[in-house]
């Protein structure tokens, strides 16, 4: 989707050509409001602080990182036009299984994990941590896609400067090097994978309940970190676990956890059921190609071993070959 009319982003001119239906949320950072015009293209508008954001989203193309569609200033307030994700956010999706209890299917949960891989494996070259990975910035597309947002404490990082040292997230979703003051990078946003794969299938963070931010600091440093419910596979929770370790240099990266035989299924799968869609069933793409590349740059030869959960830490799990549940 682009900007209809080929209108000018100031206030005055989104004003004019589309009328504010409701506000979809408000975080520390700004508020978030639902635009429409008179044909029904409904858009995104983000109100934030942060002047520098845009230059960040602006070269960020990828099918599972919401589409920046435009800005513009008012005084010195950003405001920010994106794509609107008629699912919601991927909180609100947990709690209305968890209301009417009924448990997210693995297949839908690996299909998940691994779009939201491929959007940390692509920020992670571009130098870029996100820093706040949660459910409510995560939404959902009518196609049932996954599209991470919310990009207002993200940091790029210089290439020759892979850490940074700024407490910065949603404590429940903290790493434990955060938690310890001590410089943090990639791995971070793979914990913070972590805790929402465990939200997934429990509905709840790993360290849920726990009261006060100095308990929940000691539960994160030095509580071991549960498994998920039986019912999902031994392969998921190993995947999971490869993401917890409390020091960060045994996590794998999101090129490494794409790289295991659960991802790998995960993302051929996703790659047939592209295959058979059209580009308009495809939203936020330009057209299914963007799509079909990001996934076949995560999907090696078949001249190419694809190994277990964890070569490096000695956790190899073989999967084996069956395929996902449709």
């Known amino acids: 989707m682009t900007l209809p009319y080929n209108l000018p982003l100031t206030r005055d001119a989104v004003n004019r050509h589309f009328k ?3 506000q979809l949320g408000k975080g520390a950072y700004g508020t978030t409001s639902l635009l429409m015009d008179t044909f029904d293209n409904s858009i995104v508008r983000k109100r934030i602080d942060v002047t520098s954001l845009s230059e960040l989203i602006a070269n960020i193309n990828h099918p599972f990182i919401v589409k920046y569609l435009g800005s513009y200033l008012e005084g010195n307030v950003l405001y920010i036009l994106t794509h609107y994700c008629k ?58 896609s996954l599209k991470l947002c919310d990009f207002g404490v993200s940091k790029t990082l210089s290439a020759t400067a892979d850490h940074t040292k700024t407490v910065i ?7 434990p090097e955060l938690i310890n003051g001590q410089e943090y990078s990639w791995p971070s946003d793979i914990w913070a994978l972590g805790c929402l794969t465990y939200e997934l299938a429990t509905f709840k963070t790993p360290f849920d309940g726990v009261g006060g931010m100095q308990q929940l600091v000691r539960h994160i440093k030095s509580t071991p970190i549960p498994d998920l ?6 392969e998921l929770n190993a995947l999971f676990r490869s993401m917890m370790f409390q020091d960060m240099k045994f996590r794998l990266s999101a090129s490494e956890l794409l790289a295991t035989d659960i991802m790998q299924r995960a993302l051929r799968l996703m790659l047939r059921e592209a295959e058979l869609k059209s580009p308009t069933q495809i939203p936020d793409c330009t057209s299914s190609s963007l799509l079909k590349s990001k996934l076949l740059s ?4 078949d001249s190419e071993a694809v190994g277990g959960i964890n070569n490096r830490h000695q956790m190899t799990i073989q999967i084996g070959d069956q395929e996902l549940d449709e």
């Open 20 to 22: 504010e239906v409701r």
């Open 87 to 144: 699912g919601g956010d991927l909180h609100r999706y947990i709690a209305q299984k968890r209301k009417h209890d009924e448990p997210i299917r693995e297949e839908r949960i690996l299909k998940w994990i691994a779009q939201l891989l491929s959007a940390l494996k692509y920020l992670h070259k571009r130098h870029i941590l996100h820093r706040d990975l949660k459910s409510l910035n995560v939404l959902i597309d009518s196609d049932k």
């Open 169 to 175: 997230g949603t404590p429940y979703y903290f790493s």
């Open 229 to 234: 419910p039986s019912a999902y596979s031994l």
């Open 298 to 301: 995560t999907i090696p030869d």
